[in-house]
């Protein structure tokens, strides 16, 4: 994929899939086997005909997401029509378009300072954040350096990689079940949970339990709808909340 990127830059996509295998063979000078193009045509194939990517160059949502996060407005991007593995190469993209950008801007200190941070959250993290590698996985070892932060959500925990989920520093935490998943939770929180095992196991929907490194104990929480906060924001009247630039 690297050798593909490098010769035909943004275009390798479709190059790759509209290529013929003999012709990928002879424009590599026969480095790379046809049978490892005939795996990367079928996938490429794949990802083109799921409708998910645009064929058309002069379509950059991706460019137009980066754009309005740095605006410092919040992008939901629906993917409950997709399959998983469309949801998650949607995802990988915007992850890492993102934290790239954010690097990017970060030698260019005046540049940098007028970037608002962005906050990526993903549904079912333990499918990205199970091994050490990959663009979230970057995010949450590095990303705050950046600007970059990570919501991850998840209700088995359990299956996130040890080192990732020592990073965050801050958790939500609702009705877990299952008592691996609590006991994951209550190792890494920053607060002693041994207590609360039972109110973790029994909590009702709509309430949580915060722990973060300034908080002395846990701190019980009660989340309201998404419309409602949508409502209170647009409400006359309303303050901002300040940014503290010393957290950066």
Known sequence: ?????????????LRLARMSIDELVYEFDQKIHESTFGVLQRRAERILASGIV???ESVAV???VLARLQRGMTVLVDTSGLYEYEELLVGVVLARRILGRYKACYRDRERF??????????????????ERQGAFARIAREGRKFKVG???????PRLIQDELLSQFNTFFILGLADEGDRNIIRSSAKQDLSKLEKEIQTLEAGEALITYPGAPFAIPASIHWYDDYLEQIDA?????????????
């Open 113 to 130: 300072s007028q970037l608002p941070p962005v906050l990526v959250t993903m549904e079912e993290a333990q499918r990205v954040l199970r």
């Open 236 to 248: 006359p009247g309303r303050r901002s909340a300040r940014l503290d630039e010393d957290f950066y």
């Open 1 to 13: 994929l690297y050798a593909l990127a490098g010769r035909y830059n943004e275009r390798w996509l």
């Open 150 to 156: 990570l919501c991850a959500i998840t209700q088995q």
């Open 62 to 64: 991706t460019d137009d």
């Open 54 to 56: 645009h064929t058309d």
